[in-house]
């Protein structure tokens, strides 16, 4: 497969090796002569896939299940050749038979929903394999796990940070760490917390089985301690990893939900996703440097950005993680966060409903630099698009497709300098899947669902929020350049 592929260091890209345990062809469209040394990115072909889809823990009466897709790709994306292979959907261990497979390009695929839920994976090889993208979606009445929980599926990697979980009373946060590799790998996890980082013999050197999990409860690992960021480096193999965090308040259920990764820390970020409503919304930034920072903050509304008054500049000790609320100056309006520090920063907003019975948390995120994919589970409550300009004018577009593939909604729009726009999307009975693409200008993008100001009686606040970020597909063909040993093994 990769026998015939020649590589010149800093001349071209294997794209999406390492990040994803993918697999790739590349093929320049024709021959291109350059000086000698000068950079250049051969077009790329994905024909391999693999990507974890975690699963929560037992407890109450849940309902869960994976909806996959191959989504439909700009015209003149490449694609591997030869028949298209169905991509498998299933457990872990090798020998496990799949429960669902992705069949064709543009159809959604779903697992069964049930009630004992596992991790599962979604891999494959072929022309499928190329954007393909999943959502685990779980929902409970009742229990430890009442509420929605929804993340997408991960690609595995090396580095990872999360911030807002904790250790605290009333918080059961767990690390999971899933490797769907043969060999076992080892990670470290560096915890910050306000007090500054923390010494965590436990969190170092920690053993993910082949095509395995482990997970770290951070009540044992951190007990006690609020406001926590972690940063998770594997130091051999790869390995994709979810943050699940379930709330309560005295005995009573307050939510479930996985803490999306942050990116990584940087002088500016933006944190998108603000849900529109009542109810509280935190940030929280965390600053894993050795110097103290200095971050001003920006929200950014649907009228454009604004500085909040006594919020706007917060200082946060080196080593530190540092939370504030921020529904008081939001006005219950959709909106994102923009900070800008003299040392890097990471950081999340937590979105809680006006019951204070479900949440979402969203990291800071990168500005899409191509399409961006995402499978919306059903959902029985209009979901909303927020698209973020944070710099300047913006020009986005977006498609929203059926289980069939059939083109619900698609539009082109401008985001003003420093806005949020708030495009709603009709309740869906089944799955639906969303391409979002910038166009001009600098923009992110989150999906946000909060449940209606009144419920049925029997009915069960549902939160979420989901994180658009841009395919690697595209991502390589920009240039992206991760490390390509994995896909040479």
Request: net charge positive.
């Amino acid at each position: 497969m990769l026998s015939d592929v020649r590589i010149r260091v800093g001349a071209c890209v294997l794209a999406m090796a390492a990040a994803g345990g993918l697999g790739v062809v590349t093929h320049a469209k024709e021959p291109v002569t350059r000086p000698e040394g000068a950079g250049g990115v051969t077009r790329t072909i994905v024909n391999r896939t693999a990507l974890s889809c975690p699963a929560p823990g037992p407890g109450g009466k849940i309902q869960s299940a994976i909806d996959a897709v191959s989504p439909q790709l700009p015209e003149g994306t490449p694609v591997a050749p030869g028949a298209a292979t169905p991509l498998s959907i299933g457990p872990l261990p090798a020998t496990s038979d799949p429960i669902g497979s992705v069949l064709v390009r543009g159809k959604i695929a779903s697992t069964a929903k049930t009630a004992k839920p596992v991790p599962l994976s979604i891999r494959g090889i072929g022309p499928l394999a190329a954007g393909t993208v999943g959502t685990s979606t779980s929902v409970s009445t009742e229990g430890v796990n009442r509420g929605m929980a929804s993340v997408p599926c991960q690609l595995p990697g090396s580095d990872f940070w999360f911030v807002g979980a904790s250790g605290a009373a009333g918080r059961r946060d767990i690390l999971e760490l899933t490797n769907l590799d043969s060999v076992n790998a080892e990670v470290n996890v560096t915890v910050y917390s306000a007090n500054g980082a923390l010494d965590l013999p436990n969190a170092r050197g920690i053993v993910v089985p082949a095509r395995g999990t482990t997970a770290v409860y951070l009540s044992l690992v951190a007990p006690k301690v609020r406001d926590l960021a972690l940063h998770v480096e594997s130091t051999g193999g790869r390995v994709a990893a979810v943050l699940r965090d379930n709330a309560s308040d005295g005995k009573k259920p307050a939510g479930v939900d996985w803490i999306n990764p942050s990116a990584p820390p940087a002088t500016s970020l933006v944190i998108p996703g603000l849900a529109a409503g009542k109810g509280i919304r935190i940030i929280t930034l965390a600053n894993p440097s050795d110097l103290q920072a200095t971050a001003t903050l920006t929200i950014n509304g649907p009228n454009g950005p604004f500085k909040p008054a006594e919020l706007s500049t917060m200082q946060i000790p080196a080593g530190t993680v540092k939370s504030i609320r921020l529904d008081s100056v939001l006005l219950g309006d959709p909106s994102a966060v923009t900070v800008s520090s003299d040392q890097p920063l990471t950081g999340s907003t937590r979105t809680i409903d006006a019951s204070g019975e479900d949440f979402a948390v969203l990291g800071s995120a990168e500005a899409l630099t191509g399409p961006a994919y995402l499978v919306l589970p059903a959902h029985s409550q209009p979901a909303q698009l927020q698209i973020t300009a944070p710099s300047k004018t913006a020009t986005v577009k977006f498609e929203l497709r059926d289980v069939a593939g059939k083109l619900l909604a698609a539009r082109s729009l401008d985001v003003i300098n420093g806005g949020t726009t708030m495009i709603p999307f009709k309740a869906q009975p089944r799955p639906t899947y969303l391409m979002v693409e910038q166009i001009k200008g600098s923009a992110v993008a989150a999906v946000t669902l909060m449940p209606p100001a009144k419920l049925g009686d029997d009915e069960v606040p549902l939160v979420a929020a989901w994180p658009l970020t841009t395919s690697l597909v595209f991502r390589a063909q920009l240039g992206a350049q991760p490390d390509v040993r994995a896909a040479l093994k």
